[in-house]
């Protein structure tokens, strides 16, 4: 399929404003809303003291977060093509189907590696923090590509 420059400009444009939504998402919730909680559940899975924590965070931050961050944006731009080519190619005429559509992702996707969270020791409460990202993420991402492919 040969996209015309419009149609390219329409689909990096969405693509583009969906990741950086997808970021800004992602350091509210891990940042201003649940920072204290998810410390405090990452220490508890670590088997760590909080001051220990810490240190070994500081120690490695260059590292972890550049790694972090440019795995999730590979994926958060992976996502938004994903949902690009699927909403153009479903004909998805709604802001309410593009919903729905990035509900079923996330079930089929991210729900189906719920096992390896549960069997990895870590507590349903770390998880659903987890989870409720990744479902905000995902209707956000879905809902942005929609409506900007449409304009």
Request: net charge positive.
């Amino acid at each position: 399929m040969v996209l015309s420059v419009p149609a390219a400009c329409y689909m990096v444009r969405s693509c583009s404003l969906a990741t950086v939504g997808s970021f800004l998402v992602g350091s509210l919730w891990y940042g201003a809303l649940f920072s204290k909680p998810w410390i405090k559940l990452m220490v508890e899975h670590k088997g760590l003291r909080e001051k220990s924590f810490e240190n070994s965070v500081k120690k490695r931050w260059p590292y972890d977060m550049s790694v972090s961050f440019m795995s999730s944006w590979a994926c958060c731009i992976l996502r938004a093509l994903f949902f690009r080519h699927i909403i153009v190619a479903l004909k998805v005429t709604s802001i309410s189907s593009a919903s729905l559509l990035g509900t079923m992702f996330f079930a089929g996707v991210h729900l189906s590696s719920f096992h390896h969270y549960i069997w990895s020791g870590q507590r349903f409460e770390h998880v659903a923090l987890d989870y409720g990202n990744e479902l905000a993420v995902t209707l956000l991402t879905a809902t942005t590509i929609f409506y900007f492919s449409t304009m």
